[in-house]
């Protein structure tokens, strides 16, 4: 089971203005959220979140990609939602900054499954090697 860490990111211009932790319901309220269409996964686990903390939720920007997601980000559209893993490069290359938050956003866990019966094929295990980070 491989853990990866929600967080939300904004470019330099949003790392100026939150320079402390804010709240949720500070944050979907003052700034622009970019996040992935309904009924993604990761959409869904946003939706819940902000249920559980009693956060009105509706954001700016719907997108299909998580890819552009991240690239909506970068170029100062609003504060993204996607997994840390996803933007190590951008998060080390300064493209991108944590926002820090108030409460907690839990992790979300991906497991892999498969067939002790059948030989993988080289494309299999390189998506496996890929998803561990090997």
């Given at each position: 089971?491989?853990k990866?860490?929600?967080?939300?990111?904004?470019?330099?211009?949003?790392?100026?203005?939150?320079?402390?932790?804010?709240?949720?319901?500070?944050?979907v309220?003052?700034?622009?959220?970019?996040?992935?269409?309904?009924?993604?996964?990761?959409?869904?686990?946003?939706?819940?979140?902000?249920?559980?903390?009693?956060?009105?939720?509706?954001?700016?920007?719907?997108?299909?990609?998580?890819?552009?997601?991240?690239?909506?980000?970068?170029?100062?559209?609003?504060?993204?939602?996607?997994?840390?893993?996803?933007?190590?490069?951008?998060?080390?290359?300064?493209?991108?900054?944590?926002?820090?938050?108030?409460?907690?956003?839990?992790?979300?866990?991906?497991?892999?499954?498969?067939?002790?019966?059948?030989?993988?094929?080289?494309?299999?295990?390189?998506?496996?090697?890929?998803?561990?980070?090997?």
């Amino acid at each position: 089971m491989l853990k990866f860490k929600i967080v939300l990111h904004g470019n330099l211009e949003y790392k100026t203005q939150i320079d402390k932790p804010i709240s949720l319901s500070q944050l979907v309220s003052t700034y622009p959220i970019i996040t992935q269409k309904e009924p993604s996964t990761t959409r869904l686990f946003l939706n819940s979140l902000m249920k559980k903390n009693n956060v009105a939720f509706n954001p700016q920007f719907n997108i299909v990609s998580y890819s552009l997601v991240k690239d909506f980000a970068k170029i100062g559209m609003g504060i993204s939602y996607i997994t840390k893993e996803f933007a190590k490069e951008e998060l080390q290359n300064k493209e991108l900054y944590q926002i820090p938050v108030i409460e907690k956003i839990p992790g979300r866990q991906l497991g892999i499954v498969t067939v002790k019966s059948t030989i993988d094929t080289i494309s299999t295990k390189k998506l496996i090697d890929i998803i561990l980070d090997k």
